[in-house]
C-alpha cells in the first residue's frame, strides 16, 4: 500500500540555520506528493508540492525535489526563521497531478530559537 | 475568500455518548474531505465526498462514525458511541482543483 516515513522530531534550530526534514515514500504508479505545514492554532496550509519525477517545488523559501530513484521527496531551507516553528507533514496522493486520497506521514515539529 | 469553516473548535463527551461535527467548505468546492488526526500521528483520510455522493468511505468505522452531505454543500461528522480511542482532531477540506484547503478541525477529547 501507500505510506509515508518522514523523520521524527522534535527539531531544534536556531535562526539562520539548514533545515532538512527527511521524506520518503511507498507507493505504486506516479503518485504526487506534498510537504504541508501546520502553524500553532491554525489548520494544515500547503506549503509546496511536485508532480513528477525531478521536478522542484518551492514556497517561501523551501524546496524539494521529487526524487524517484531514491523514493524522497525531503524538505530543505537554507536559512530558518522564527515564524518557521511549526509542524511539517509529508504526503502523496496516488493519482498522478492530483490531491486525492492524500497519505501523512506522522509530522515533524521544528522549533526555531532566536 | 472564505476558508473552510468548522464548528465546534473544541468538544469533551464522556465514552458512550454521541458527538456531531460540522463543516462549510469553500463555496464553489464540489470535493470534501473528513479527516481523522490522533495526536503525534498524521491525518487520515475518512471519506470524501464528491458533491452529495461518497467517493471513498473505506476507511470509516462505520458502526460508529456516519457523515453526510445533503445538497452539496455543508457536511456533518458523526460518531455514535464514541469511544476512548475517538479523542482527535477532526479535519474538514474541500478541493476544487487538485488542492486541498483544510479547516482548523474540531478537537474532540472523549473521557
Known amino acids: 500500500g501507500n505510506s509515508v516515513t518522514q523523520m521524527e522530531g522534535p527539531v531544534t534550530l536556531s535562526e539562520e540555520a539548514f533545515l532538512t526534514i527527511n521524506c520518503t515514500y511507498t507507493?505504486?504508479?506516479?503518485?504526487?506528493l506534498f510537504w504541508y505545514v501546520q502553524y500553532p492554532g491554525e489548520g494544515l496550509q500547503l506549503l509546496l508540492k511536485?508532480?513528477?519525477?525531478?521536478d522542484k517545488g518551492s514556497n517561501k523559501g523551501f524546496e524539494a525535489t521529487y526524487r524517484k530513484e531514491t523514493t524522497s521527496f525531503h524538505l530543505e531551507k537554507g536559512s530558518v526563521q522564527v515564524s518557521d516553528s511549526a509542524v511539517y507533514f509529508c504526503?502523496?496522493?496516488?493519482?498522478?497531478?492530483?490531491?486525492?486520497?492524500?497519505?501523512f506521514g506522522k509530522g515533524t515539529k521544528l522549533t526555531v530559537n532566536p | 475568500e472564505a476558508g473552510v469553516a468548522q464548528s465546534p473548535r473544541y468538544k469533551i463527551i464522556e465514552k458512550r455518548q454521541s458527538v456531531a461535527f460540522w463543516c462549510n467548505p469553500i463555496?464553489?468546492?464540489?470535493?470534501l474531505y473528513w479527516y481523522q488526526q490522533i495526536l503525534g500521528q498524521g491525518p487520515k483520510l475518512l471519506i470524501q465526498?464528491?458533491?452529495?455522493?461518497?467517493?471513498?468511505d473505506s476507511q470509516l468505522p462505520k458502526d460508529r462514525f456516519s457523515a453526510e452531505r445533503l445538497k452539496g454543500v455543508d457536511s456533518t461528522l458523526k460518531i455514535q458511541p464514541a469511544k476512548l480511542e475517538d479523542s482527535a482532531v477532526y479535519l474538514c477540506?474541500?478541493?476544487?482543483?487538485?488542492?486541498?484547503?483544510f479547516g482548523p478541525g474540531t478537537r474532540l477529547t472523549v473521557l
Open positions: 477540506a474541500s478541493s476544487l482543483h487538485n488542492e486541498q484547503f
Open positions: 507507493a505504486t504508479g506516479y503518485p504526487s
Open positions: 511536485a508532480t513528477k519525477a525531478d
Open positions: 504526503a502523496l496522493s496516488p493519482t498522478q497531478g492530483g490531491s486525492e486520497k492524500l497519505v
Open positions: 463555496s464553489g468546492h464540489a470535493t
Open positions: 465526498f464528491q458533491n452529495n455522493g461518497v467517493v471513498d
